[in-house]
Nanobody, 128 residues
Framework: EVQLVESGGGSVQAGGSLRLSCRVS????????MGWFRQAPGKEREGVAV????????LYGDSVTGRFTISQDKSSATAYLQMNSLKPEDTAMYYC?????????????????????WGKGTQVTVSS
């Protein structure tokens, strides 16, 4: 059974930083598209960032480019999302997701298609 477990959410003031973690079990970590998505109340789910665990290539959503960084640690089968210069509009439930299909590391798939495996989410709240 594939499991994704997120951690690291919390409350922070605008301009602050948080780092989210997503540990994967039950699947070979070295060949996944690992994505972070978020959803705020009343809004559609938004792709935040995705990384290919195979070649370390990464993509970002327009609203987080330059502020967020996605990374991976193969030894612990964990993906990270470093979030800097946080804004109140970053407030949302953040979900980690994984998909073994290489296409899902590409922009169109990342932004529009549902991934196979999902974590339960971790809340990020940014106050002004």
């Amino acid at each position: 059974e594939v499991q994704l477990v997120e951690s690291g959410g919390g409350s922070v003031q605008a301009g602050g930083s948080l780092r989210l973690s997503c540990r994967v079990s039950g699947y070979t970590f070295r060949s996944l598209c690992m994505g972070w998505f978020r959803q705020a109340p009343g809004k559609e789910r938004e792709g935040v960032a995705v990384i290919s665990t195979a070649d370390n290539s990464a993509l970002y959503g327009d609203s987080v480019t330059g502020r967020f960084t996605i990374s991976q640690d193969k030894s612990s089968a964990t993906a990270y999302l470093q979030m800097n210069s946080l804004k109140p509009e970053d407030t949302a439930m953040y979900y980690c997701a994984a998909d073994p299909r290489p296409l899902y590391c590409r922009e169109w798939y990342f932004k529009t298609q549902p991934y196979n495996y999902w974590g339960k989410g971790t809340q990020v709240t940014v106050s002004s």
